[in-house]
């Protein structure tokens, strides 16, 4: 269940017994909340939050983000434990999959019926119909842990909404943007816990999946790093997209112009912004670091750093960039966006005086700092390009292009937009000649942590 925005109301009645010499259904102690979303016959593990119980009170601990189901809401439920200590509830609001509908839960736990039931030897769940939605459900289980090991950290985010543009490729952008429709675009914010009058900001690019990985917003925020994770598809009404009807040229204005709106925090160290972007993320986060595109824009500011998570790397004749660094970080394994064309990329900007560093990761591939992906997956809806198409496009007598040309082929200035404009039967053929349908993507802790360490570098944080 996707796109929808919900309401939840979560009741746990614990039955036990208040006196000293009776154990209670939740004593004192640390616990895992696991939520689960059910449709059917199908399950789908959402997250853990860590929480604590002493004494009838409940508090959080650890909430970490997940792209289902908000923190905000975990972290602003209602929790109650009756005199008797016979009942424990539960009850809020939340956003499970962004449901556009009113959905109330009531999960029940019951000691009484429960034989021989002790939390600190095995876990408990239960769970609710979801709503009016029929065989579907949300359960919990609770599980008792003996130590607090996760960060304390609580995934809480604000709205930021900001006036964008949607072209569909550069070409369009040609005479500047006063010929295009405003569109209104927005952001999640996530401000760490910190002293510090003045936070240094991360603004985000997701992937065509439509969502940054989670884990990044906890590790940032932890070094006392805010992120801006700008919401490009849905604030068009899509959620992912293989072929673009949200082009990169798009997402190059909404970080201009988030950039632009979220100065005006004065949370926010203005002079300590960069923009980190993945895969087509990344290749709008190059477009940011390129005079062609800050000339039309025209933004006010710009950004301290430009981080680009395995882009596709376009071909151009030359390039002229803004004066601060962009950062490349590609896996040498990574087929879908070969770090050759990178490679290539760097050499016509350094070419042009341009600061640029390009890190290739030993036998990391696509996603490669991706921790749901442990293990290796193969992707069909991904594209490996072949070797002899990729040296077919480095040749010197290859022809080369400048950004706004309008070329359509993938390797070319912004190629996506012009090649997502085609008909179905030009892609298939293209397919055919450049790539093999499939790709193995899988988390490289290495590649990972030196790609981090990397940024920890570029905001001078430990």
Not at 81 to 110: H, M, P, Q, R, Y
Not at 189 to 194: D, E, H, S
Not at 226 to 241: C, P, V, W, Y
Not at 314 to 339: C, F, M, S, W
Request: include cysteine; charged fraction near 30%.
């Amino acid at each position: 269940m996707r796109n929808i925005f919900i309401t939840i109301s979560l009741i746990f009645f614990i039955f036990g017994n208040s006196q000293a010499n009776e154990k209670h259904f939740l004593p004192n102690g640390f616990y895992k909340f696991l939520w689960t979303y059910k449709d059917k016959d199908k399950s789908e593990y959402l997250i853990a939050d860590t929480v604590k119980f002493n004494e009838g009170k409940l508090e959080h601990l650890y909430i970490p983000c997940h792209k289902g189901i908000k923190g905000n809401y975990r972290k602003n439920f209602k929790y109650k434990l009756s005199k008797n200590g016979k009942k424990f509830s539960v009850s809020g609001t939340v956003k499970l999959w962004e449901d556009l509908k009113n959905a109330k839960i009531n999960i029940k736990f019951d000691k009484d019926k429960i034989e021989n039931f002790d939390i600190t030897k095995r876990s408990v769940k239960s769970s609710s119909p979801y709503g009016d939605y029929e065989k579907e459900e949300v359960q919990l289980k609770i599980i008792k842990v003996d130590k607090f090991k996760d960060s304390k950290f609580i995934c809480s985010s604000e709205i930021v909404k900001f006036d964008s543009f949607s072209p569909k490729t550069a070409k369009e952008m040609l005479g500047g943007l006063k010929k295009l429709k405003k569109q209104k675009v927005y952001g999640d914010l996530y401000i760490p816990q910190t002293n510090k009058k003045k936070i240094p900001l991360i603004i985000t690019l997701h992937p065509s999946m439509g969502f940054v990985p989670s884990h990044h917003f906890e590790y940032f925020n932890n070094l006392g790093i805010a992120i801006l994770d700008i919401q490009t598809f849905k604030s068009r009404g899509i959620e992912n997209q293989w072929h673009y009807e949200v082009s990169e040229e798009a997402a190059t204005i909404d970080a201009y112009a988030a950039l632009d709106n979220i100065v005006k925090d004065r949370r926010i160290d203005k002079n300590k912004i960069a923009v980190m972007g993945f895969s087509y993320g990344a290749m709008a986060v190059i477009n940011t670091h390129q005079n062609f595109f800050i000339d039309i824009i025209k933004p006010k500011n710009r950004f301290m750093t430009h981080i680009a998570y395995y882009p596709l790397c376009y071909l151009h004749k030359n390039i002229q960039t803004t004066k601060a660094p962009l950062y490349i970080l590609v896996g040498e394994k990574d087929r879908l966006t070969p770090y050759e064309f990178c490679e290539d990329y760097v050499k016509k900007i350094k070419e042009n005086n341009g600061n640029v560093v390009l890190k290739v990761f030993p036998e990391a591939t696509h996603r490669f700092d991706w921790k749901e992906l442990k293990s290796p997956i193969t992707m069909k809806s991904f594209s490996e390009m072949k070797k002899e198409f990729v040296l077919s496009k480095l040749d010197s007598s290859y022809p080369r292009y400048d950004i706004g040309e309008g070329v359509f082929d993938t390797t070319e200035p912004n190629g996506w937009s012009y090649f997502s404009l085609k008909d179905e039967n030009y892609r298939k053929n293209y397919y055919a000649e450049c790539c093999d349908i499939k790709s193995t993507i899988k988390y490289n802790d290495k590649a990972a942590t030196e790609s981090l360490n990397i940024i920890k570098n570029i905001f001078g944080v430990k």
